[in-house]
């Protein structure tokens, strides 16, 4: 399985997807791993592209779980064991929200729903050699009143 874990997996400070690295490369050494962010904090792919920790600034997304900057004790972890951290726009989030939901039958947070999106992304689909993806989705800090979808 090649895996791009959901910010959810990159969780407030990073702990889901440091936590799902060790635990994945454990038991599997070779396995691929993906994270995924916000365009609106991206603070885990900034760092993972200029290979130093970077400070979470002004974040401003939907996806309020993944507002929080990447912590100094899993940064490291992230670091060498992640292969790339794909970013999503705020549309792409609530999209993936709604698919989730219209072919689920699951309400999912905006945070989880950012695994989801990178999923989907053509940036990820022209990633060679992934044939199995296993996505995190975790999390259900959702107000049914406030999804992005309900005409209010």
Not at 48 to 72: F, N
Not at 105 to 132: H, M, N, T, W, Y
Request: hydrophobic share 40%; net charge negative; charged share 25%.
């Amino acid at each position: 399985v090649s895996w791009p874990p959901s910010p959810s997996p990159r969780g407030g400070g990073g702990g889901m997807l440091s936590g799902c690295c060790l635990a994945a490369k454990g038991l599997r050494p070779d396995i691929r791993i993906f994270g995924a962010e916000p365009l609106g904090a991206d603070d885990a792919a900034r760092s993972l592209r200029e290979g130093v920790l970077l400070e979470q600034t002004g974040p401003d997304t939907i996806a309020d779980g993944l507002r929080t900057g990447l912590g100094s004790l899993t940064w490291p972890v992230i670091r060498d064991h992640v292969e790339d951290i794909l970013t999503v726009s705020e549309e792409e989030i609530v999209q993936a929200m709604r698919l989730v939901y219209m072919r689920m039958k699951i309400v999912i947070e905006p945070s989880a729903a950012v695994g989801v999106a990178v999923a989907l992304s053509d940036r990820f689909r022209s990633i060679e050699g992934i044939q199995r993806v296993g996505i995190v989705i975790c999390g259900g800090n959702t107000d049914l009143d406030d999804l992005p979808w309900v005409k209010k």
